[in-house]
């Protein structure tokens, strides 16, 4: 195989990862590819970092899930993406059920991201602070977050929390469907006033990159909307592509429409200045998300369920190797 992170890093990026999860590390093939640092520079856990993992009570601290993933890393010389602090999704019912005030939800965020971002001190590359706070239509999603707040206004607080925990890990907004132009976008690029105002800093934008192959935005939209979140002194990232068919099973035809469209991610990344790295939501469609929460699409990732390379891998690593 290519060794895509070898080529990427050669190509000037900072690493290209892939997210795994802990039910994945028995596997031993599935892991042998994972492990080879040449091929994937970075690694971000798909579940274990979460709060509904890390403090699944009230101050009560389990990082068994996180530091598994943390260590299986640390051990193949492979950068970490920490994921995630502060998401609508996957809390536990103590907080998203909880009776909160601005204060005491306050206090509630700043000591989880005290704890954890304190314990994966000096490990994580970068942190994504807040995930998906965001509605398609760029209002705020509701959660118990910006009920609680009225707003975005949680947001200053955590990444303010994050960075005294951890003042070298890069801070990250992170959600889907930011990295194209549309009222998600702006409200991406406003997000980043607000946590400035707020009196926190921002280090990074992270595209997650869920597409659906043939539906892409173009790469030169892409490339707009990258170089509209660095021109706002901030790094930039594609954090969780995958690009999965909406029917399946795959063509040939659509095999190579999916290697297209994987390659104007790439390209969009390589062409922008301050775009640092790509990270696929998992490497395989053995243990990618999608079939369990769309059913009847998939076959998203770069290898396929015998953890064999796609048309897409080749595309990506012709695209990587001449850039
Ligand atoms: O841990 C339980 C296990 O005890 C139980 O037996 C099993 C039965 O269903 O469920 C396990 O929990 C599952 C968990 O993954 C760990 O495998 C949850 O049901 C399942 O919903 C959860 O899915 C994760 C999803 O986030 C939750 O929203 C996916 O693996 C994970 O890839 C996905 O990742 C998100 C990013 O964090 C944010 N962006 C979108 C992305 C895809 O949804």
Same mark, same amino acid.
Do not use: M
């Given at each position: 195989?290519?060794?895509?992170?070898?080529?990427?890093?050669?190509?000037?990026?900072?690493?290209?990862?892939?997210?795994?999860?802990?039910?994945?590390?028995?596997?031993?093939?599935?892991?042998?590819?994972?492990?080879?640092?040449?091929?994937?520079?970075?690694?971000?856990?798909?579940?274990?970092?979460?709060?509904?993992?890390?403090?699944?009570?009230?101050?009560? *601290?389990?990082?068994?899930?996180?530091?598994?993933?943390?260590?299986?890393?640390?051990?193949?010389?492979?950068?970490? +993406?920490?994921?995630?602090?502060?998401?609508?999704?996957?809390?536990?019912?103590?907080?998203?059920?909880?009776?909160?005030?601005?204060?005491?939800?306050?206090?509630?965020?700043?000591?989880?991201?005290?704890?954890?971002?304190?314990?994966?001190?000096?490990?994580?590359?970068?942190?994504?602070?807040?995930?998906?706070?965001?509605?398609?239509?760029?209002?705020? +999603?509701?959660?118990?977050?910006?009920?609680? *707040?009225?707003?975005?206004? *949680?947001?200053?607080?955590?990444?303010?929390?994050? +960075?005294?925990?951890?003042?070298?890990?890069?801070?990250?907004?992170?959600?889907?469907?930011?990295g194209y132009s549309g009222s998600k976008a702006t409200a991406a690029l406003a997000i980043i006033d607000l946590i400035r105002d707020g009196g926190a800093e921002i280090d990074g934008m992270g595209e997650q990159g869920h597409y659906i192959v043939g539906s892409m935005p173009s790469q030169s939209d892409l490339e707009n909307v990258a170089s509209a979140y660095v021109a706002m002194d901030v790094e930039y990232a594609f954090t969780e592509v995958d690009i999965r068919f909406s029917s399946l099973p795959a063509t040939d035809d659509g095999l190579q429409q999916q290697a297209e469209d994987y390659a104007a991610v790439v390209n969009a990344c390589l062409n922008v200045e301050g775009c640092i790295g790509i990270t696929i939501w998992d490497y395989t469609d053995k243990y990618s998300w999608i079939p369990n929460t769309f059913d009847g699409q998939g076959a998203a990732c770069l290898y396929d369920e015998d953890l064999e390379p796609k048309p897409a891998y080749t595309t990506v690593s012709d695209i990587l190797a001449s850039a």
């Open positions: 195989t290519a060794n895509l992170n070898e080529l990427a890093v050669q190509a000037g990026l900072s690493y290209f990862g892939s997210a795994t999860d802990n039910s994945e590390l028995d596997d031993t093939a599935y892991v042998a590819i994972l492990s080879d640092s040449t091929e994937f520079g970075q690694i971000t856990p798909g579940n274990g970092q979460k709060w509904q993992y890390i403090e699944p009570s009230q101050d009560t *601290f389990d990082y068994t899930s996180g530091d598994e993933i943390a260590e299986l890393a640390e051990g193949n010389g492979q950068i970490l +993406r920490c994921h995630t602090l502060v998401w609508h999704s996957q809390l536990p019912s103590w907080v998203s059920s909880g009776t909160w005030t601005v204060d005491t939800l306050t206090s509630v965020i700043e000591n989880h991201i005290a704890n954890e971002v304190g314990h994966y001190a000096g490990q994580c590359y970068a942190w994504d602070v807040v995930n998906e706070a965001l509605n398609e239509d760029g209002t705020f +999603r509701d959660s118990i977050f910006s009920e609680t *707040f009225d707003g975005g206004a *949680f947001l200053p607080v955590a990444f303010a929390a994050a +960075r005294e925990a951890d003042p070298d890990a890069k801070l990250y907004y992170n959600d889907y469907n930011i």
